[in-house]
């Protein structure tokens, strides 16, 4: 069975980046569709970014486009969030979640999710 786990969180100022990293074991991650997710206290969660198991194909909520890149390496494993010029409304948990489906497109369901990584970013 898939595990995830993610690293990487922090605080950082407005401005400033962060490495996202969601480290999968029990099975091998390419064959996966992975989104990272975020949610704020009192907000819904939100999807960010996605790396389909299609072409690795990359899409992006609208808010991070241009700032966030979603990328994958398959020798460790492991999915990236590259997150520059971040700003306050980016403070959030970071989930990273694991669909099998395979598809061109980030499916809405997933499989497996991580626990989360705290992401804080101070003005």
């Known amino acids: 069975q898939l595990q995830l786990v993610e690293s990487g969180g922090g605080l950082v100022q407005s401005g400033g980046s962060l490495r996202l990293s969601c480290l999968a074991s029990g099975d091998t991650l390419k064959y996966y569709t992975i989104r990272w997710f975020r949610q704020a206290p009192g907000k819904e969660r939100e999807g960010v970014a996605c790396i389909t198991n299609v072409n690795d194909g990359t899409y992006y909520e609208n808010s991070v486009k241009g700032r966030f890149t979603i990328s994958r390496d398959n020798a460790k494993n492991t999915v990236y969030l590259q997150m520059n010029s971040l700003k306050p409304e980016d403070t959030a948990v970071y989930y990273c979640?694991?669909?099998?489906?395979?598809?061109?497109?980030?499916?809405?369901?997933?499989?497996?999710w991580g626990q989360g990584t705290q992401v804080t970013v101070s003005s």
């Open positions: 979640a694991a669909a099998k489906l395979v598809s061109v497109y980030c499916p809405f369901e997933y499989d497996y």
